[in-house]
């Protein structure tokens, strides 16, 4: 949540169109943040605006638009799940971000499946080893729809829910981590509908898949799956800590779990257990048994964490606590020594800060500071060393996403649809407010001297 780019406006205008450079209609639900490469930028939404006609009634899409202009170049469309709507939840997209490495896209669908996507669509043809493109884009027992120019193309398909025997809870999130051969993405795994119980204890919840194949070739084995509070939706890091690079990850229990990368795929036909070499718990005085009994206590509970991990000179910098739909309302930002191994938990913590709200924002640092956000409707800057809270500004809405520190400058948006522009330093300064169409719940995006804001409704690209 840091960018480099620089010459990045801090105003615009919807209605008047300053320093708009282009706007593309989504669906009613946009809960993604926008991807930006090879010229095109992809975001994840639904099909309540449909942009082919024989796509028709609630769908996941995932559209791609030409940087240049916004112009609709194809689209991804995936029927949901009909095991319950606590599987696949009714009218909320794709909420994934695909991850690209030259010409290939990589995503976890709504469906629980991790799709490796050509970048250009079917725009050069329908490539192998997946063809059945027309088919997957329609529900079970309907025709299979004729492709065309517009629609995407799988090169290959793995099913999270059907190969590890997952239990996805709400929707699948997962941000794919690239590391080298390898693609490294938590499962979704959660509660079952009455949000008591854990039907899956036993299915892993950090996979590794081969980048080329889609092949699983290993997984973690810490049999998190009992402890889980409501789902895993954090996804993987990677860093390196006193040289001794570390795949971290955070589980649906509020633990912290340093793994080291693989270094080679296994024979075919074998999965591997990714080993353990470092453990932090962000709340050692959670319970971490039968935590399903603590459903909908405010007061009490387990921690859960749903914001990606921040590696940065050997720290360990994320936003932990209650969960936000049914935990304890306690919330705190941490920093954590990422060195040592085995369990650290009684000497790594660097600092806490308690928070106002539960958070499901990654923070961003940058220039000795640490900025995050909250469900309190505040955004807070702190000392990266000391954990000194620099400054907290109040928003008028909640926020989901996360911060974007770019040209000195922070962007936030809210789920009461402002947004606000501050400057990223220890000194508190509002440099813009403005509202927008409606609710923001991804994260602004800066690539190419242009900010990429996503509402419910639009994506918008301004710039200077």
Known sequence: MVSDERHLPDSFDIATGKNLKWKARLGSETHSTPVIAAGKVLIGTNNEQPRDPKHQ??????????????????QLVVPKLTNSLFWDWPKAGICSPPTIE?????????????LCLDLNGQADGNDGPFLDEARHAVPAGSAPVALSSTDADIIW???IIKECGVRQHDQAYASILIDGP????????????????IHAPDAPSLIVLEKATGRLVARDNERIGPRIFHSTWSPPTLGTAHGQPRILFAGGDGVLYGFEPLQSAPPPGEVVSLKRVWRFDCDPAGPKENVQRYNSNRREGPSNIKSTPVFHDGRLYVTVGGDVWWGKNAVWLQCIDASGTGDVTAQALVWSVPLDKHSMSTPSVSDGLVFAADCGRKVYCVDASTGKVCWVHETKGEIWGSTLVADGKLYVGTCRGDFWVLTASRNKKVIQTMQL?????GSPVAANGVLYVTTMHWLYAFQL
Do not use: I
């Open 437 to 441: 169409d409606s609710p923001m719940h």
């Open 57 to 74: 009634g609630d769908r996941s899409v995932l559209m791609c638009f030409d940087e240049k202009d916004g112009r609709f170049l194809w």
């Open 182 to 197: 390898f693609l490294y993405l938590n499962t979704s795994n959660g509660v079952d509908d009455s949000h008591k119980q």
């Open 157 to 159: 398909r793995f099913d």
């Open 102 to 114: 030259g010409q290939r896209a990589y995503l976890v669908s709504n469906r629980g499946e991790v």
